[in-house]
């Protein structure tokens, strides 16, 4: 009984570091143009959370999960998905990311569609 416990302890485990890893979480911060910010937290567990504000008012909250794929040197794909979201206006998806670590971990760059957003580590 206590080796098939183990078994699939271990393939939880196994599927969860292959899902999100330590290198991009933290509580991170972006400024973006006509006075909009995000305020990020993202989980090594999977989870993330994100508040919007546009001149300093909440515009969009959500949280989620997501899934990370590293490719080299603190580079990789991470796709969000929202499980709840409280929006003023637009619509929410499932977003998926280009992402790119610098500064030893301090920076975070997300690029999806051709717009990049730099976010500051808190």
Request: hydrophobic content about 35%.
């Given at each position: 009984?206590?080796i098939p416990v183990l078994a699939a302890l271990f393939s939880?485990?196994?599927?969860?570091?292959?899902?999100?890893?330590?290198?991009?979480?933290?509580?991170?911060?972006?400024?973006?143009?006509?006075?909009?910010?995000?305020?990020?937290?993202?989980?090594?567990?999977?989870?993330?959370?994100?508040?919007?504000?546009?001149?300093?008012?909440?515009?969009?909250?959500?949280?989620?999960?997501?899934?990370?794929?590293?490719?080299?040197?603190?580079?990789?794909?991470?796709?969000?998905?929202?499980?709840?979201?409280s929006v003023k206006n637009g619509p929410v998806q499932t977003?998926?990311?280009?992402?790119?670590?610098?500064?030893?971990?301090?920076?975070?760059?997300?690029?999806?569609?051709?717009?990049?957003?730099?976010?500051?580590?808190?």
């Amino acid at each position: 009984m206590r080796i098939p416990v183990l078994a699939a302890l271990f393939s939880i485990a196994m599927t969860t570091a292959a899902l999100a890893d330590s290198s991009v979480a933290g509580n991170w911060h972006a400024k973006l143009d006509g006075g909009v910010s995000i305020d990020m937290t993202v989980s090594p567990d999977g989870a993330w959370s994100s508040r919007t504000l546009q001149r300093n008012k909440v515009v969009r909250q959500m949280k989620g999960t997501y899934t990370q794929t590293p490719a080299d040197n603190g580079t990789g794909t991470i796709v969000f998905t929202p499980t709840q979201v409280s929006v003023k206006n637009g619509p929410v998806q499932t977003e998926t990311d280009q992402y790119e670590l610098a500064d030893n971990g301090r920076r975070l760059k997300l690029t999806s569609e051709g717009d990049t957003m730099d976010f500051q580590k808190r």
